[in-house]
């Protein structure tokens, strides 16, 4: 059987408040029994108190960011970096399509980030949007999120997506977990998961309602 990853990325959604009404709820499925790993990528400001509430409730939840910084700690306002980052959370999405489009992300500054992340001990989620993105020598787990399908309600098709995870695993030796994303729901994730080169999904907007995100892993 495989370690399946499904990961919930948050984006800009969801207040304190909101994270904390969305964790009563989820809590109350029956997380012990999912055959996958939960890992929730919320806004930076509920990582220490998701963490708190997480590890007094002993929940099988991991968290993780959707960014670090590329910088080390020191001058760099505004800026939150990989080691403050890793005092609450395992993982850290870098190089989603939304920050290389609208923050002008480069190449060369993920690199810099997937070193930041490692170094401070977090496990990169790399997202690429096709086979051919580059992915840092140091990266084992990636997503492959080709942009048309992310928030459109028009996933890729489970083919292609393990034509791609493939393709990347093969040129990127140190790969070792390719997840897909965009547009995953509970009614489209099987198609995915069973495909042999793929180890599970980033999920965005339907990792939001705790109800529509416990059932995605029941179908796992
Ligand atoms: P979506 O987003 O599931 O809403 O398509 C996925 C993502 O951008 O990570």
Known sequence: MKNLLIVG??????????????????ELENLATFNAKIIICPQYLCLAFMFAYISEKKLPIFLGAQDVSSFPGGPHTGEVTAQQVAEFATYTIIGHSERRRELGETDTVLVQKALMAKSAGLTPIFCVQGED???PENVETVAYEPVEAIGTGHPDTPDNAERVAHIIKTKNKNV???????????DNVKNFIEKESISGVLVGGASLDPAAFASIFKQC
């Open 9 to 26: 990325n948050w984006k800009s959604n969801l207040t304190s408040i909101e994270a904390l009404q969305f964790l009563k709820k989820f």
């Open 133 to 135: 993105t580059p992915i």
């Open 176 to 186: 070792t977990d390719v997840l897909y994303g965009g547009s995953v729901t509970w």
